[in-house]
């Protein structure tokens, strides 16, 4: 099996817990894109764990974590991401691998992209320098992992660099200036711990299809933060839909068999940008505070709302998905009525370029009042809540597969 998991919101969708789950059965799981924005949260003997570098994955025995050329790559974060995982698997670097062409996040691309959400320029990033890291990849001033390997070439490329992005920070940030000499000496002892880990992920996947591996291809963030067919610019900087798993892990277009949708019962947003069925009111902070909605990198509050079937049914276009996965299902179980917004008043279809005039209209049902988070059987679940799911397969046109209904590894419902 070749499984593709990708969220169909504006990301934090639940798809660190449903690669988990799924990985038991695969041998490999690859991230294809993103960076340290990741916040994939998983629950793993009563503890949480975030991952946001390293495929999660590898939490299930035997499975192998592949960071893709695709992803940009901070070895800061993931050499402390390393130490976390260390508690629960001492030999966890065993199963961790790095493509060599990765592109390096570097101390620059961090303060850049700081020094930019404190001017107008501010798109609520993560601060985490992932933005300009892909600019430096797409303008080829960018430095890879497979660079560090060759010191001279490295020293070279990155005292250039340094000239331009210190001119940048001093004229244009008021920020201070960096030594490469330091940026230098910090890399090359990266290189050294990072050697035994770093692959051709290339040559590495297309053996392993050779070998009829199955591989599931973890992706970050959500369609609608897609950089060419998301909520344009408030986006990421790299391509969340499937067709981004053979251009960021180097395989053929036809690797993958098959796309899984991850959406969350409701909707929610981290950032700015539009959001048509964002609710200010109660309902909308009651969401925030019973489901926990705040950022597993930042910490920040998302802007919370009814499930909007529009987006999904948008998203599960662009990523060929037939099957969806509904998360958090059970945080709906505390409200007496549910709404779902299953068209828009001023528009036939979701349409990007005017997201932030979409008028949606809803269709309403009674809630479930009814704790879920112990059912395992679909039929053991409230007639309301069995009504609901019907509605956004009804709206989306989509079968659900699994249902979550808590955060616990098991708290799965398959249909």
Known sequence: MKLAVVGLQWGDEGKGK??????????????????????HTVCYDGREVIFHQIPCGILNKGVIGIVGAGCV????????????????????????????YCHLIMPYHILIDKAREET??????????????????????????????????????LRANMSRKNLMLMEIYHAEPLS??????KYVDYAKKLEPMVIDDTAYLNDALTKGKN???????????DIDFGTYPCVTSSHTVSGGVGVGLGLPPFCVEQVLGVVKAYTTRVGFGPFPSESTEEFGKSLREIGKEYGATTGRPRRCGPFDASIVK??????????????KFDILSSFDKLKIA????????????????LEPSYEEISGFKKDISKIRDYEALPDEAKEYLKLIEHYTGLKIKYISVGPERDAVIKL
Do not use: H, M
């Open 73 to 100: 790559f901070d070895p800061a974060v993931f050499f402390n991401e390393l130490s976390n995982l260390r508690k629960i698997n001492p030999n966890i670097e065993e199963c961790i691998k790095v493509s060599r």
């Open 314 to 327: 948008y998203s599960a276009r662009l990523n060929g998905v037939k099957e969806i996965v509904l998360t």
């Open 18 to 39: 449903i690669v988990d789950y799924l990985a038991k059965d695969f041998d490999i799981d690859a991230r294809f894109q993103g960076g340290t924005n990741a916040g």
């Open 215 to 225: 591989i599931i291809f973890e992706g970050a963030q959500g369609t609608l933060l």
């Open 120 to 157: 107008r320029q501010a798109l609520g990033t993560t601060k985490k320098g992932i933005g300009p890291a892909y600019e430096d990849k797409y303008a080829r001033l960018g430095l890879r992992v497979g660079d560090l390997f060759n010191q001279e070439l490295f020293k070279n490329r």
């Open 180 to 185: 490469d000499s330091e940026i230098y000496d």
């Open 342 to 357: 299953v068209g828009y008043v001023n528009a036939p279809a979701f349409d990007p370029f005017i997201a932030d005039q």
